[in-house]
T-cell receptor, first 112, second 113 residues
Framework: QKEVEQNSGPLSVPEGAIASLNCTYS??????FFWYRQYSGKSPELIMS????GDKEDGRFTAQLNKASQYVSLLIRDSQPSDSATYLC????????????FGKGTTLSVSS | DTAVSQTPKYLVTQMGNDKSIKCEQN?????MYWYKQDSKKFLKIMFS???????INETVPNRFSPKSPDKAHLNLHINSLELGDSAVYFC????????????FGEGSRLTVL
């Protein structure tokens, strides 16, 4: 069974620090990886996608993918209280008709 | 205009009742989904439709029946509700060829008493 593992946290960081969120996955055939952010009581929203090994940067966010180690991470630089949310790691395979599989999420708390 | 809209946002009902949730998207996407998020925030796929055709049907009790009258609408009907059905149900859609880029509705919180 394809699984995505995340530490549920909470991960607490002070404002301005770097928050590091990690995710491992079981299916070596997985091709695409995503990070969604979900504020309490709200719906998930896509913040990053990554498809090849290495780093991908978008503003304060950097996604890192290592397919050999089956590991995905999200770094948030200069963390702000508004970044406090649950971050969901997700993966999809390369087969038609497969849906996104989510991890259980890591709750991030940024204190001012 | 809300891109993916679900109704109702809240449902409170007794065990054994039947309820429906409706979803509509105005993004022009071909693929729509139902996800269930339990009390521990675990988001799990239930069904997926591509242009009105069912393409994913995970291990879901047959009390749950999705229906897609057209590619912009995906409804979920639940028969004989049980306590364990209490959850937030999210509808989502994705563009063709980008099944990882989900656009979620606001969710429908179902409470079964």
């Amino acid at each position: 069974q394809k699984e995505v593992e995340q530490n549920s946290g909470p991960l607490s960081v002070p404002e301005g620090a770097i928050a590091s969120l990690n995710c491992t996955y079981s299916d070596r055939g997985s091709q695409s990886f995503f990070w969604y952010r979900q504020y309490s009581g709200k719906s998930p929203e896509l913040i990053m996608s990554i498809y090849s090994n290495g780093d991908k940067e978008d503003g304060r966010f950097t996604a890192q993918l290592n397919k050999a180690s089956q590991y995905v991470s999200l770094l948030i630089r200069d963390s702000q209280p508004s970044d406090s949310a649950t971050y969901l790691c997700a993966m999809s395979g390369n087969q038609a008709g497969t849906a996104l599989i989510f991890g259980k999420g890591t709750t991030l708390s940024v204190s001012s | 205009d809300t891109a993916v809209s679900q109704t109702p946002k809240y449902l409170v009902t007794q065990m054994g009742n039947d309820k429906s949730i409706k979803c509509e998207q105005n993004l022009g996407h071909d693929t729509m989904y139902w996800y269930k998020q339990d009390s521990k925030k675990f988001l799990k796929i239930m069904f997926s439709y591509n242009n009105k055709e069912l393409i994913i049907n995970e291990t879901v009790p047959n009390r749950f029946s999705p229906k897609s009258p057209d590619k912009a609408h995906l409804n979920l009907h639940i028969n004989s509700l049980e306590l364990g059905d209490s959850a937030v149900y999210f509808c989502a859609s994705s563009p063709q060829g980008a099944t990882g880029e989900l656009f979620f509705g606001e969710g429908s919180r179902l409470t079964v008493l």
